[in-house]
Structures are given as structure tokens and as C-alpha cells.
């Protein structure tokens, strides 16, 4: 087998040698292969495919405060970037660590970190070891906050897989955690969050929800 496969790229290579030219590889525009469905929408497209994703959304900081005391989760790890930004809108009783303390681990009740990008082909947040100042704030607590600017969006997974550079680690989360076993009974939270969140906002702009199509 060895001999027939050295025989057949000898004779493709023999082949090749005799061309004077080779023929160029086709010229695409870079958005040739994505869908029409994707264009114009933005972030409130992304919205749509998170929600569908399972990953809950929200457009303010206020906004995400309130769903922190909706779920009465008092106790969670916060990039510390990101907390003098965040700490005004979070309720009084509410208890940021900026270093995440493994010994508390199981105090946590979320955790929230940045996301660098993500994907509105798949709704689909994209970590990087470069953007989350803490791997275990990200997996660990039952409730993972990515915060990500709009701006910061790709339209397609061959969009985001091209621009991901050297980056050591990347994550790319649709929805959060969940898992079944051989009986069909689906378990949430088992290898990450239980429950996935985005804040999608610029917290370099002033509180307020903005044009989402912007």
C-alpha cells in the first residue's frame, strides 16, 4: 500500500512539474458565504440567537443588577476592570471579590467576567485568556456574566476563527453548561455555568440602552 501511494504522487508530481503556470485560486469578497439573514441586524440579532442559545441577555448594567437580585445572588467574583463600572448598579448587600479566592469557591454564586467577541451566526460567546482575568470566575460559579461590547461582533464562525490570533486559550460558549446521560435525563451546571448571561453593553458609555442596530 506504502509503494502504490508513493507511486501515484510521484506521477501527480511529475504531472505538476511540467506546468509553467499554476491556476490562481478564485477571488471571493470575505463576506461572500455569509447569509443575507445576517446582515443589517446586528447586535439585536445576536440578542435573538443568545436567547435561543439559552444565554440570557441584558442591555444595561441596571438591568443586570436586577436580575442579580432577582436570582438573590449575593456573594460572586467580578473582574476587577469591570467593578467600578458595575458596583453602582448592583444592590447595596451585594459582595464583589476582584481575586477569586478557591476557598470560597462554593460561596459564589456568580461569576463576571469579559468576553472578548462573539458570533451572531451562532449566538455564541467567544472567551480568551488574553480578555478573562480569571479562568475558574468564568466555569466555576453557577452563574457566568460575560460582559461584551456590541461592537465586539462577528457575523460568522469563519469570521471569529479568522480573527482569533495567538491567543493560548480560547472558550466559544453557546448556552450554558448542561450534559445527558444514557437514560435522557439532562443535568445542567456539570462542566460550567448553569446559567450563561451577557451583558451586552459598552461600559465605557454612560447607562442607557443606546440604538442597538448602531
Not at 467574583?77 to 451585594?94: H, I, K, N, Q, T
Amino acid at each position: 500500500m506504502a509503494d502504490d501511494r508513493k507511486t501515484i504522487l510521484d506521477q501527480l508530481g511529475a504531472s505538476l512539474s511540467q506546468l509553467t503556470e499554476r491556476t490562481p485560486y478564485p477571488q471571493f469578497a470575505a463576506d461572500a458565504a455569509t447569509p443575507d439573514t445576517l446582515r443589517g441586524r446586528g447586535p439585536v440579532l445576536f440578542a435573538e440567537r443568545l436567547t435561543k442559545a439559552n444565554t440570557v441577555v441584558v442591555d444595561t448594567p441596571q438591568a443586570l443588577g436586577d436580575f442579580l437580585a432577582r436570582r438573590d445572588a449575593k456573594i460572586g467574583y467580578c473582574d476587577p476592570e469591570l467593578a467600578s463600572s458595575l458596583r453602582p448598579w448592583l444592590g447595596a448587600d451585594v459582595e464583589l471579590d476582584l481575586e477569586f479566592d478557591r476557598e470560597r469557591v462554593n460561596e459564589y454564586a456568580f461569576g463576571i467576567t469579559r468576553a472578548t467577541s462573539g458570533v451572531i451566526e451562532t449566538g455564541s460567546l467567544i472567551l480568551t485568556d488574553r480578555d478573562t482575568s480569571n479562568r475558574l470566575g468564568a466555569l466555576a460559579p453557577w452563574i457566568h456574566i460575560a460582559c461584551l461590547d456590541p461592537a465586539a461582533l462577528h457575523l460568522t464562525l469563519a469570521d471569529a476563527i479568522t480573527g482569533l490570533g495567538d491567543d493560548p486559550n480560547v472558550v466559544f460558549v453557546t448556552g450554558h453548561s448542561q450534559t445527558a446521560d444514557v437514560e435522557g435525563i439532562l443535568i445542567q451546571g456539570v462542566h460550567g455555568p448553569g446559567e450563561q448571561v451577557c451583558l451586552l453593553y459598552d461600559l465605557a458609555l454612560p447607562e442607557g440602552p443606546g440604538d442597538p442596530d448602531q
